[in-house]
């Protein structure tokens, strides 16, 4: 037996064209288009390939991107005065710093100093206090791809057992928020749990967010679950030639998958979400920025 394989690419494509077409709607009716501003510092390699797709992505469904490319020797002073310039700046309705910041700057003040209304990431405390108590903050867009793609296969969440296997505040905490909000039982494990395996196996949905290439196994996944696959990680792929790697997951998907009852891959599970979620943030950062309805695309 194989699950349903929960194809996020396809999804995170479909949900791209409906954003299209209500940015091109807000145009016509209202003569307003949404802009999404990305700051990357540095030159890290994964985040200037995410940072090229979210702009690429950004003009594509219609809205303008601003993009700002600083150098890695940038101060923390120089970063703050940007955010500063982007919070009061009109044609901004959304603020994106990639993250990994380099270590001289404290990422946590930076995230802090962006307009809460602005914050298309969901992790200035204000969305995540918002989201924690049910007041309709801006969402993480990696957690909020996840329950889409958990609700394209099960709408109706309720008293299902949920692991969330990981406790970042990008991913792990407010994924465990929002399956706490669809009336799930709700279980957030980590390095320190004691009998993972076990755990794991209890769960109905099973979200693997922990960052370390396979690591859950094809019998910690109880029978019909459905797997929700975070983690990307680079491993060395020697078949593929020297010096080459692939990307794998932090779940051992071919065991897993003859286990499951829907499972995301690695690649175009996940990944490909959090990218249409920035842009369904900035839309809806947009809208209420300026009193405009917004309902979910
Ligand atoms: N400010 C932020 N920084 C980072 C975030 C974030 O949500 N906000 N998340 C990650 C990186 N990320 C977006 O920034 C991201 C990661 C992965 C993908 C994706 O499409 N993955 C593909 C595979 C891509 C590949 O081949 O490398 C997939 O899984 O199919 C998109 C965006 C860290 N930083
Ligand atoms: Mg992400």
Redo the contacts with the bound molecule.
């Keep these: 037996m194989t699950g349903t394989i929960i194809d996020?690419?396809a999804f995170a494509e479909g949900l791209r064209q409906r954003i299209a077409g209500r940015v091109a709607e807000l145009g016509r009716v209202h003569g307003v288009q949404p802009g999404l501003a990305v700051v990357l510092v540095g030159e890290d390699p994964?985040?200037q390939?995410?940072?090229r797709?979210?702009a690429k992505q950004t003009v594509e469904a219609g809205m303008r991107s601003f993009e700002h490319r600083l150098p890695a020797t940038t101060s923390e002073a120089e970063l703050l005065a940007l955010v500063a310039r982007l919070n009061a700046d009109e044609a901004v309705d959304g603020i994106?710093?990639?993250?990994?910041l380099p270590p001289h700057v404290n990422a946590q003040k930076v995230l802090e100093a962006i307009d809460p209304a602005k914050d298309v990431?969901g992790?200035h405390p204000v969305n995540v206090g918002r989201v924690a108590t049910g007041g309709g903050g801006l969402v993480?867009?990696?957690p909020l791809g996840s329950l889409m793609l958990i609700k394209s296969v099960r709408r109706d969440l309720a008293g299902l057992d949920a692991v969330v296997v990981g406790r970042s505040n990008?991913v792990g905490k407010p994924m465990a928020q929002l399956l706490l909000a669809e009336s799930c039982t709700v279980t957030v494990a980590h390095s320190r749990t004691r009998d993972l395996p076990g755990v794991c196996r209890r769960a109905d949905v099973l979200v693997a967010a922990v960052g370390r290439p396979q690591m859950i196994k094809g019998d910690w996944v109880k029978p019909g679950a459905i797997v929700i696959d975070v983690g990307?990680n680079r491993v060395p792929a020697p078949e593929l030639g020297e010096g080459k790697n692939r990307?794998v997951g932090d779940v051992a998907y071919a065991e897993a998958s003859a286990v499951a009852g829907a499972i995301t891959p690695?690649?175009?599970?996940?990944?490909?979400m959090?990218?249409a979620c920035?842009l369904h943030n900035t839309l809806e950062s947009c809208c209420r920025r300026r009193g405009l309805p917004f309902a979910a695309p």
């Design positions: 996020g690419k994964a985040s390939v995410y940072v797709n979210k994106l710093v990639q993250l990994p990431d992790f993480p867009c990696t990008i990307i990307l690695v690649p175009g599970g996940v990944g490909p959090t990218i920035l």
